[in-house]
């Protein structure tokens, strides 16, 4: 399991995914975003095994993540196959604070 944490509210746009050798047919995954009350609030991918690179654009509809809430990976691994490593990343941007109101 893979989780990275917001610090401020953000809109999610771009998700991608790269692990260092191809996972066989026995590993899958699910990348979605959970809420402070640990809802999941989108489901970025759920998707079958043997994939190596993965990359969501959502640009059409970026996905917000609130302050505290968390985007999370599940990640079941096949022992069996050449994945060692695995790399995630996301991409976001959000609206600073208003000063003065």
């Known amino acids: 399991m893979f ?3 917001s610090t401020q509210d953000v809109y999610v ?3 991608g ?3 260092n050798a191809a996972p066989n047919g026995n590993s899958d995954a699910n990348i979605y975003i959970e809420d402070t009350d640990m ?3 989108d489901t970025i991918l759920s998707y079958t095994p043997g ?3 993965i990359n ?3 640009i059409q509809r ?3 993540m609130e302050k505290g809430g968390k985007l999370e990976e599940e990640y079941n691994d096949d022992f069996t196959d050449n994945v060692t490593q695995m790399t995630l990343g996301f991409k976001f941007f ?4 208003t000063i003065n109101g």
Request: no cysteine; charged share 25%; hydrophobic share 40%.
């Open 3 to 5: 989780t990275i944490f």
């Open 13 to 15: 746009f771009d998700v």
């Open 39 to 41: 809802k999941r609030n």
């Open 94 to 97: 959000y609206i600073p604070p």
């Open 62 to 64: 970026p996905m917000f």
């Open 51 to 53: 994939i190596e690179t």
């Open 17 to 19: 995914q790269k692990s």
């Open 56 to 58: 969501a654009e959502l």
